[in-house]
């Protein structure tokens, strides 16, 4: 198994393109979510899914979206991208919503200039 | 809504020292999760606390949530330059929030 798969690893965009950050995990999992890591914040919760067509936002939702077509993808998508959108981001996924570990992918560093 | 906050941000020790990192929450937990992230990787899961006042160990690694299910420690015992990285927790009360993670040094 490969477990959760992140694509691109880096990104430079300018002000103002649109990027879709992939993500695909094989382990079945039903819950599906992406976080932006930014230093001194954390970890903070962009979007989330608890199943296929099923998507809610998280703490930072302004300025991407997602969908859930499948169990497998859960692609970000980033309309018009901002500078204040540099950052790292990671999809993560775990088999429930709740009582249950978070399986990360590798991450994407993404710039905006 | 839920909070967990998390303290100290950073820590630098001396090889052979110990750590701890707190995280306490504004509300009761149903649960919560360690990981850790080694510079540069992504976080990975070390281990999970439900029960009230549970104490979990993990070679050097000692785990602890607290009688009110509010905060949790995780301590380690004469670091090694392995340990080094930044350890977050998560809670999940809800909805799941991590703390902001304490970045470990260890100097040879």
């Known amino acids: 198994n490969a477990g959760v798969t992140q694509t691109p690893k880096f990104q430079v965009l300018k002000t103002g393109q649109s990027m879709t950050l992939q993500c695909a995990q094989d382990?079945?999992?039903?819950?599906m979510s992406w976080y932006r890591q930014d230093p001194g914040m954390g970890l903070r919760l962009i979007h989330y899914s608890v199943g296929a067509g099923i998507t809610d936002q998280g703490e930072v939702p302004n300025g991407y979206n997602v969908s859930r077509s499948t169990t497998e993808d859960f692609p970000l998508r980033l309309l018009s991208a901002a500078p204040s959108q540099t950052s790292v981001y990671f999809c993560a996924s775990r088999r429930t919503g709740r009582n249950e570990k978070l399986f990360f992918g590798s991450g994407t560093q993404l710039s905006v200039l | 809504g839920q909070q967990v906050m998390q303290i100290p941000q950073y820590q630098h020790v001396q090889e052979g020292e110990d750590f701890t990192t707190y995280c306490n929450s504004s509300t009761t937990l149903s649960n919560i999760q360690w990981y850790k992230q080694r510079p540069g990787g992504h976080p990975v899961f070390l281990i999970q606390l439900v029960k009230s006042g549970e104490v979990k160990k993990q070679k050097r690694l000692t785990f602890q949530f607290g009688e009110a299910k509010k905060n949790s420690s995780l301590h380690i015992t004469a670091t090694q330059t392995t340990d080094v990285g930044t350890y977050f927790c998560?809670?999940?009360?809800?909805?799941?929030?991590f703390g902001a993670g304490t970045r470990l040094t260890v100097k040879p």
């Open positions: 998560e809670g999940w009360n809800n909805d799941m929030r």
């Open positions: 382990m079945n999992h039903e819950y």
